[in-house]
C-alpha cells in the first residue's frame, strides 16, 4: 500500500490554525479555514461527497460497499494549541532514527531525548518527524487529520477494501474546548465512532475525566486604605486566604495521578471590593465532583469566618463528563478496536485520559466514541513529535475498523 499519510502530515503542519480562546467567534481564528479549504479540496479529487459548516467543520461520506448497515465515522481537528506558537511551523524529518537526542536546529537548546521521551527506544528504524525548535509541531491533532484523509484515500482508491458506510468529522476550536459546539448530528448521520487525538502506537482510550468549572465570587468591605482599621475587609486577601488554605497534598493536579481528581484554580480577578476565583473540578468518578465542590465550599467557609462583614458566593457548571458511562453500554466499539489492532499486529493499550476529549461530548450526545492512537508525542511543546511509521499503523487500524464493521449484525 503506498500510504500518502507523511506528506499530506507535512503539508498541514505548515499551515497556522493556532485556536485563539479569547475570540467569539466560529472559528476563533478565521485562518483555521485555510487548511478547511485545503482538505475540502482534497476530499473532491478522491471523489467524496462532503459538506462544510459555516465554523469550518467538513463532514464527509462514503458508501459502504458491503450489505453492512452500521455508519461508522473517524474524527479529528484542525487547530492547534494556544500554548506554543504554531506559525511558520518547520517540519523536519529524521529519518532512520538510531537512537539518542535529536537536536532541533534553530533553538540547540530544544532537544528531544530518551529521558524525556522513554518511548524514542521503540522507534528505532522510524522516521521521526519534529518542529525546528521555534513552535509546536501541530501533530496534535493533524497527524489524526492526515491519518483520516489517507484511510479515505486508500478505501477510495481501492474499491476492493470491504466496509460499510464510512462518515468524517473534521473540527475546529478543539484545543479550546468547542470543537463539537456546531456539530450537527443529522448531517454526520453515524451510529459510532473514534476520534483520532491519541498518543503512542496502540493507545486505545475508553475512559475520561468527568468535568465541572466552579466560580467564587467574594464581596469584601471597602474603606479608605488610610481608615481601614477595623472595618476594611479586603476581597483580594481573602481570595488569596481561599487558594492559601486548599489541601496541599491531595486534590491538586500537582499531587494526584491515575484515577485521582483534583479542584484546580485556574483564574483570579478582582480588586478591594469584591474578588473572583475560577476553578476547575476533575474525577473520573462524576458523582465525586459534588464532593470536590463541597471541600471547596467548606474552606470557603472557614476562610470567611475570619472576616464578619464579608461573604461569598460558590457557583458549579456542568462541562463534559466520562465517555466510559456511555461506552460501558456499547461495548462491541471498544472490542471491534482492539481485535483491529490485534489484526494489524499492533498490542492494544487501554488507557484513561486525564483530561477531556471531542468523543467525550460526542458519547453524551448520543455518538460513543473512544479515542485511538495518533503517534503523538510532546504535545503542546516545541518538542512535539511524531513517527510516520506510528502514523502508518493508525492508517491501517481505520481500515481494519471499517472492514470489521462489515461482520457486525
Not at 5 to 34: C, H, N, W
Not at 346 to 369: F, M, N, W, Y
Request: aromatic fraction near 6%.
Amino acid at each position: 500500500m503506498q500510504y500518502t499519510v507523511k506528506d499530506r502530515f507535512i503539508k498541514y503542519v505548515q499551515i497556522d490554525t493556532q485556536a485563539d480562546p479569547g475570540s467569539e467567534t466560529f472559528p476563533s481564528s478565521m485562518k483555521q479555514l485555510d487548511m478547511t479549504d485545503v482538505l475540502e479540496k482534497e476530499l473532491q479529487a478522491m471523489g467524496v461527497e462532503y459538506k462544510r459548516n459555516e465554523a469550518g467543520y467538513l463532514y464527509a461520506f462514503l458508501p459502504g460497499n458491503t450489505p453492512s448497515a452500521r455508519k461508522v465515522f473517524f474524527c479529528a481537528h484542525i487547530d492547534t494549541a494556544p500554548d506554543c506558537s504554531g506559525t511558520d511551523v518547520k517540519p523536519i524529518v529524521h529519518e532512520n532514527y538510531r537512537g539518542g537526542s535529536l537536536v532541533l536546529p534553530d533553538d540547540p537548546s530544544q532537544v528531544i531525548g530518551e529521558a524525556k521521551f522513554p518511548m524514542l527506544k521503540n522507534k528505532i528504524g522510524h522516521d521521526i518527524i519534529s518542529a525546528s525548535g521555534f513552535t509546536l509541531l501541530g501533530a496534535d491533532d493533524k497527524a489524526g487529520v492526515a491519518i483520516i484523509m489517507d484511510a479515505l484515500y486508500q478505501l477510495t482508491s481501492n474499491p476492493s477494501l470491504p466496509h460499510g458506510p464510512v462518515r468524517a468529522l473534521i473540527t475546529t476550536d478543539e484545543e479550546i474546548g468547542k470543537g463539537v459546539a456546531k456539530v450537527d448530528l443529522s448531517v454526520l448521520d453515524a451510529d459510532f465512532g473514534f476520534t483520532l487525538d491519541g498518543g503512542d502506537i496502540g493507545h486505545l482510550e475508553d475512559e475520561n475525566f468527568s468535568a465541572d468549572a466552579a466560580v467564587i465570587e467574594i464581596t469584601g468591605v471597602a474603606s479608605h486604605p488610610a481608615y481601614g482599621k477595623g472595618k476594611m475587609e479586603n476581597a483580594i486577601k481573602i481570595a488569596s486566604d481561599i487558594i492559601a488554605a486548599l489541601p496541599r497534598t491531595s486534590r491538586s493536579p500537582e499531587t494526584t495521578e491515575g484515577k485521582e481528581g483534583f479542584i484546580h484554580p485556574t483564574k483570579i480577578s478582582g480588586g478591594l471590593e469584591s474578588a473572583r476565583l475560577e476553578f476547575i473540578l476533575r474525577d473520573f468518578v462524576t458523582e465525586k465532583l459534588t464532593e470536590h465542590a463541597a471541600v471547596l465550599d467548606e474552606v470557603a467557609t472557614k476562610v470567611l469566618e475570619q472576616y464578619p462583614g464579608s461573604s461569598y458566593n460558590l457557583t458549579t457548571r456542568k462541562q463534559y463528563r466520562n465517555m466510559k458511562d456511555v461506552l460501558d453500554q456499547h461495548p462491541y466499539i471498544v472490542e471491534i478496536a482492539t481485535q483491529a489492532m490485534k489484526n494489524i499486529g499492533v498490542e492494544p493499550v487501554i488507557k484513561s485520559i486525564r483530561g477531556g476529549t471531542d468523543g467525550a461530548q460526542l458519547s453524551h450526545l448520543g455518538l460513543p466514541c473512544p479515542n485511538l492512537f495518533a503517534g503523538q508525542q510532546g504535545i503542546h511543546s516545541k518538542l512535539e513529535w511524531v513517527s510516520v511509521q506510528d502514523m502508518q499503523k493508525a492508517v491501517d487500524t481505520v481500515l481494519e475498523i471499517c472492514k470489521l464493521t462489515t461482520t457486525l449484525d
